[in-house]
């Protein structure tokens, strides 16, 4: 439980500290403070399989970006700037130079939306869940629209070396340029390993995918 | 027309076709689904699971051998129609706000003098839980065709409408998902699947209108708190427990938001 008593201790600091930035009161009517939502959360969520209860406890950028109508705001420019700096300097580049894998491989990735739910067992390779939100090649008709679409990515843009860092940012942490994105963040949080990200780069940006033919 | 308009007319001509043939290919998929989904309303097997549910409610069960057929659900002792429309609700005797299954739990315990524990332990679909389906299927019948009527009015409805309203957009583990990050939209999809934007009425009143559901696909009858189980297993969270306070948050949130919509329950799924 010390998890919770920090994630309270946090909504205690944190929501203030939030109020006073933004010189605005906390959007949540009177019943929901800090104090009440931490206390509902303690008693209404368990252990099950991989997904623990420290899933509960939020880093800054969830916090922040939790009370979207502050978030969104004008007066969270600066905070927004922050929040994003904070997580480009969490990105790691490819530790050979090499920024593209097989476009075939990042096919199947973005296929497969397996992995961290607690019907899932840690030892699997997780999947990229990328067809859930967005439309990549013309052939899967099955997408989702959360994302925008992403044909004819690399077509359009090109291999130049501010794509490529770009393209990567964006995979590696989703935050680093839209601090509440609605894209996970699947390098900074382990979900996906760097050579998945080299496939995925491919598929969007190697001329031979089906991505851009 | 000069060069350049000329120029511009093309391209504008095939990108509009481009367009037009992409929405034509979408349109014909959706519309597939919608057929699909359309033929599954002409016999629901969640009937058979309102029958099962009324033979559970009017059983004498539990140590006290008795029925629970004097459960005060909101309308008072023993009234069923109408009373799903109107949960979740603050209930004086228990001083909390409850959902059906909460409320069914105390009923099941002060009535019949069940020890409920096994009933918030096992898992959806198993015994002893299955019955809580049975009879969600059988109590949420009782209101088909009704206009949801929920509106928090007492303070602790109205404190439970804004936890709810809080854990909607409450954002965690290594996704960093909230409920808001696929319902907080109008018009997305995950997949093929069509996701309604919880925050509005008419999204709301999609969800919440019509759970509990048959689904055809796992041939299992869904409550609504085994949905919202579902959803927090995709958001990466860790399980929430059977009818706990973060459920019937959500729940109010949403029933709150889908005000004046028939319900539909129960309903039917892919």
Redesign the interface.
């Known amino acids: 439980m010390k998890h919770v008593a920090l994630l309270a201790a946090f909504l205690l600091i944190a929501g203030p500290a939030a109020a006073q930035s933004t010189g605005k009161p906390a959007p949540?009517?009177?019943?929901?403070d800090d104090a009440?939502?931490a206390q509902?959360?303690k008693?209404?969520?368990?252990?099950?399989g991989i997904?623990?209860?420290d899933?509960?406890?939020?880093d800054e950028?969830?916090?922040f970006?939790?009370?979207?109508g502050t978030a969104s705001g004008p007066a969270s420019a600066a905070r927004r700037e922050k929040i994003e700096a904070a997580n480009l300097a969490t990105v790691k580049w490819p530790s050979d130079g090499k920024w593209l894998g097989d476009w075939r491989e990042g096919e199947k990735i973005a296929q497969s939306g397996r992995g961290?739910?607690?019907?899932d067992k840690a030892d699997q390779p997780n999947g990229g869940?990328c067809?859930?939100?967005h439309q990549i090649t013309a052939e899967e008709?099955?997408?989702?629209?959360?994302g925008p679409s992403l044909l004819g990515y690399g077509k359009m843009r090109g291999q130049g070396e501010d794509v490529l860092k770009a393209t990567w940012a964006k995979i590696y942490n989703a935050?680093s340029s839209n601090a509440c994105s609605?894209m996970?963040?699947a390098g900074h949080?382990?979900?996906l390993g760097e050579a998945q990200i080299k496939h995925l780069m491919a598929l969007l940006l190697d001329p031979q995918s089906s991505v851009n033919k | 027309m000069d060069r350049v308009s000329m120029g511009i007319a093309a391209f504008l001509a095939v990108v509009a076709a481009f367009a037009t043939a992409a929405y034509a290919?979408?349109d014909k998929?959706q519309e597939g689904i919608e057929a699909y989904r359309e033929a599954l309303q002409d016999g629901n097997p969640a009937e058979l699971y309102e029958a099962t549910g009324e033979e559970l409610w009017k059983k004498p069960a539990g140590p006290k051998n008795a029925t629970l057929e004097a459960c005060d659900l909101g309308l008072g002792a023993g009234v069923v129609k109408g009373a799903y429309a109107r949960l979740p609700r603050y209930f004086a005797d228990t001083d909390k706000v409850q959902d059906l299954e909460s409320r069914l739990l105390t009923c099941m315990s002060t009535l019949q003098g069940i020890d409920t524990k096994p009933y918030v332990e096992a898992a959806f679909g198993t015994p002893p839980k299955e019955d809580m389906n049975a009879l969600a299927a059988f109590v949420s019948g009782q209101s088909k065709d009704i206009p949801a009527a929920v509106t928090p009015t007492h303070?602790?409805e109205?404190?439970?409408?804004?936890?709810g309203?809080?854990?909607f957009?409450?954002?965690?583990?290594?996704?960093?998902?909230?409920c808001?990050?696929?319902h907080?939209?109008e018009?997305?999809?995950?997949?093929?699947q069509e996701l309604p934007y919880i925050s509005s009425n008419k999204g709301a009143a999609a969800g919440w209108t019509s759970w509990p559901a048959y689904r055809v696909s796992s041939g299992q009858m869904w409550s609504m708190q085994w949905r919202l189980n579902d959803c927090f297993?995709?958001q990466?969270?860790?399980?929430?427990?059977y009818a706990?306070?973060?459920?019937v948050?959500l729940s109010m949130y949403m029933a709150a938001n889908a005000l004046g919509a028939t319900m539909k329950t129960p309903g039917i799924k892919r």
């Open positions: 949540w009517g009177p019943g929901a009440a939502f509902m959360l008693a209404s969520f368990k252990d099950k997904a623990k209860l899933r509960l406890n939020q950028t969830q916090a970006c939790s009370d979207p961290n739910t607690w019907s869940n067809y859930n939100c008709i099955s997408h989702g629209t959360i935050k609605n996970p963040r949080m382990g979900i | 290919q979408k998929a303070p602790k109205q404190a439970m409408y804004e936890l309203k809080r854990m957009f409450y954002q965690g583990g290594p996704y960093d998902f909230a808001a990050t696929c907080g939209q018009g997305m999809r995950i997949r093929m297993r995709q990466r969270f860790p399980e929430p427990v706990s306070d973060a459920t948050a």
